[in-house]
T-cell receptor, first 113, second 111 residues
């Protein structure tokens, strides 16, 4: 079975500082990896996804993530955060050629002025 | 192109009442899903469907039933609501598991 671990439940950071949100997954087969963002009282928006190819994936709003197969990680990064990045971020995994998306428990990013 | 829509947006039920949540997608996706979101627990899969007329259990199926009579619709039913089912419910659809599109959510409060 597949699982996703988001190591930090909350990450506080000051505006314009860099941030990394950590995600590790467990799977014995190839996977697709996703990061979603959820702003307060809203639905989920796809930030970026890794399906194949280059291990560095660029997404919307200046976010990027790097797939590391040997460490089974897919950490999300942004070099300079804004107040508007305050939200909950979810890492998720889907096994290639199957049909389920499994989520981590989420990381709440809080950006302070 | 509306994407994934959910009806209703909000609902308050009393314990023991029943209700049906409707999810509709206009992207001709084969796969559809129902998740629930609870604080500190992320999104957990309730039931899913890989095609019209098929359904399967996810991580937390107890207390829920689903039906997929038409490809574009996926219904989630609560036969006898319990306070533990207070949650935000999200529907999603996917073409082949490589891109998931989510609805705006339904907030359910069971008293």
């Amino acid at each position: 079975a597949q699982s996703v671990t988001q190591l930090d439940s909350q990450v506080p950071v000051f505006e314009e500082a860099p941030v990394e949100l950590r995600c590790n997954y467990s799977s014995s087969v190839s996977v697709y990896l996703f990061w979603y963002v959820q702003y307060p009282n809203q639905g989920l928006q796809l930030l970026l996804k890794y399906l194949s190819g280059s291990t560095l994936v660029k997404g919307i709003n200046g976010f990027e993530a790097e797939f590391n197969k040997s460490q089974t990680s897919f950490h999300l990064r942004k070099p300079s955060v804004h107040i508007s990045d305050t939200a909950e971020y979810f890492c998720a995994v889907s096994v290639f050629n199957t049909d389920k998306l499994i989520f981590g428990t989420g990381t709440r990013l809080q950006v302070f002025p | 192109n509306a994407g994934v829509t959910q009806t209703p947006k909000f609902r308050v039920l009393k314990t023991g009442q029943s209700m049906t949540l409707l999810c509709a997608q206009d992207m001709n996706h084969e796969y559809m899903y129902w998740y629930r979101q609870d604080p500190g627990m992320g999104l957990r899969l309730i039931h899913y469907s890989v095609g019209e007329g098929t359904t399967a259990k996810g991580e937390v199926p107890d207390g829920y039933n689903v039906s997929r009579l038409k490809k574009q619709n996926f219904l989630l039913g609560l036969e006898s609501a319990a306070p533990s089912q207070t949650s935000v419910y999200f529907c999603a659809s996917s073409y082949r598991g490589d891109g998931f599109y989510f609805g705006p959510g339904t907030r359910l409060l069971v008293l």
